[in-house]
């Protein structure tokens, strides 16, 4: 498996031959990417789907699937590629090309902003392969349920969450191998680097390993 941090909640996982996209948001770096084998969209927020876009980043990859979580497929009914989005449901699994590699959503609903926003669907995606690590990448909640994974994303800075809540995030998910930072668009460098050793010190006992991403180009894992 290769992963490529495209800024913010947006990842590249390239594993067994599939070429898959997460969360093509307004942070990310989307421009001259193709081969695409899968378009994953975890939910409708702009800094995890780039409205303005899309339309290029769906021509470019004429052959790429689009899976998007059940409110964000409503929202883009009127798209030119709405034809070609399948909803992506929680705990049903989604075989890519020969079925060597497995999409499977995760969770239902967006975690709460505040008393003021209505809460929208979101739904995260665990990337399986035979001989592989497991990745979750969870979008925007920290509720899901995903089993066993080895690679853990996690949302370092949001308006609907706090450092104590992605630590306690890390310890009930208890990824085998590492976490992947995302999510910290928001942030300068001084102070993601204060959200992600809080993370990886105290996300197991003992610490957890933190397997930052951000700028580091195309990474094996």
Not at 174 to 184: F, L, N
Request: charged share 25%; proline share 7%.
């Amino acid at each position: 498996m290769r992963i490529t941090h495209l800024g913010h909640a947006c990842l590249l996982v390239d594993v067994a031959d599939e070429r898959i996209l997460i969360d093509p948001g307004v942070f990310s770096e989307l421009e001259d990417l193709t081969g695409l084998t899968a378009v994953v969209v975890t939910h409708q927020h702009p800094d995890h789907l780039d409205p303005e876009r899309v339309d290029a980043l769906l021509a470019a990859n004429p052959d790429a699937r689009v899976l998007m979580e059940a409110d964000t497929t409503e929202s883009v009914a009127d798209a030119g590629y709405a034809d070609r989005v399948e909803m992506l449901r929680d705990a049903e699994p989604v075989p890519l090309g020969d079925g060597t590699v497995e999409l499977t959503g995760v969770g239902e609903r967006h975690a709460d902003i505040h008393p003021y926003v209505p809460r929208i669907g979101n739904t995260g995606v665990v990337v399986r392969a035979a001989g592989e690590p497991v990745l979750y990448h969870p979008g925007d909640a920290l509720d899901g349920e995903p089993g066993e994974v080895d690679l853990l994303c996690v949302p370092v800075s949001a308006p609907w969450g706090k450092v104590a809540e992605a630590i306690a995030f890390v310890r009930r998910i208890a990824p085998s191998r590492a976490v992947v930072p995302i999510h910290d668009g928001l942030l300068n460098e001084q102070g993601r680097g204060m959200y992600v050793t809080h993370i990886g010190d105290f996300g197991a006992e003992g610490g957890v390993e933190v397997l930052d991403l951000r700028g580091a180009g195309p990474t094996s894992v």
